[in-house]
Every structure is written in structure tokens, then in C-alpha cells.
């Protein structure tokens, strides 16, 4: 399916150089505008200045992808890292996903599996309690 344009194109501006608005070929020179004068150079110093900035900024910091993996990640002083579900979370997830996937004894993983199982119960039911405890504070 070929899709036509109802208005006229003048890809000639793309190639090379700049078209001006009444349509006559400019030279496309940096440091030029349309009509031929100058740019200001305290204007093209600002605009180096910035580019300059950026790339500074880009190499310190990193890319995009970095940052957001940096701020994805928590903080060690993150009080959510070192909560009763953060800790039966992973006491779950050794129990479920690690445990199985390790080359020891069926009977070293049930044992293990069993351990990790009254732990998790532990802390739930110590969790149930000081929620408890909670509630009957004034």
C-alpha cells in the first residue's frame, strides 16, 4: 500500500544546506543563518557551553538505562530491606526456587525446606502478635 501526500514535498532542504522561506537555497554553513549573517558568537559560545554541559553530565552520571537501574535499586539504609515480609519473602523464595535447584540429599533439602517453614511460621505468628499489641495501646 503506497501512501500519497496531498501536499507537495521539497526534500531538498534535507539533503544539503537550509531553504529559506522564500525558498531560495541557503549555503547551510554552521555558524550561518538563512538570510547569510552571522550567528552571534556569545550565542554559539552558550550553545558549545551547553553541549559541553550534557556530555559532562552524560559521563558522570551515565545513561538513562543506568539511572534508572541505580534508583530501582534500594538503598541500604532502606528500612524495607531489613521488614518481617522482606525477610519471609526471601526466606520463601530460598525455600521455593533455591533449595530445589541445589545438588544435595532429598533429605538435606526436606530438612532444610522444614527449618525454613517453622521460621516463616515463627514470624508470622510474631508478627500476629505485636499487631495484636498494637491495637491495645492507648
Not at 539511572?67 to 526471601?90: K, T
Request: avoid cysteine; aromatic fraction near 2%.
Amino acid at each position: 500500500m503506497r501512501v500519497i501526500s496531498e501536499r507537495p514535498h521539497d526534500d531538498t532542504r534535507l539533503r544539503t544546506g537550509t531553504v529559506s522561506h522564500s525558498g531560495e537555497r541557503g549555503g547551510g554553513h554552521v555558524g550561518e543563518i538563512e538570510s547569510g549573517k552571522p550567528v552571534d558568537p556569545e550565542r554559539q559560545a552558550d550553545f558549545a557551553r551547553a553541549v559541553e554541559d550534557s556530555q559532562a553530565r552524560r559521563q558522570q552520571e551515565g545513561t538513562l538505562r543506568e539511572r534508572v537501574e541505580r534508583l530501582a535499586q534500594p538503598s541500604p539504609s532502606d528500612p524495607s530491606l531489613y521488614g518481617n515480609e522482606r525477610s519471609i519473602e526471601l526466606l520463601q523464595h530460598v525455600a521455593e526456587v533455591v533449595l530445589p535447584g541445589m545438588d544435595v540429599s532429598p533429605e538435606i533439602a526436606d530438612l532444610a525446606v522444614q527449618m525454613i517453614n517453622e521460621e516463616v511460621t515463627q514470624r508470622l505468628e510474631w508478627a500476629a502478635r505485636r499487631t495484636e499489641a498494637e491495637e491495645y495501646e492507648p
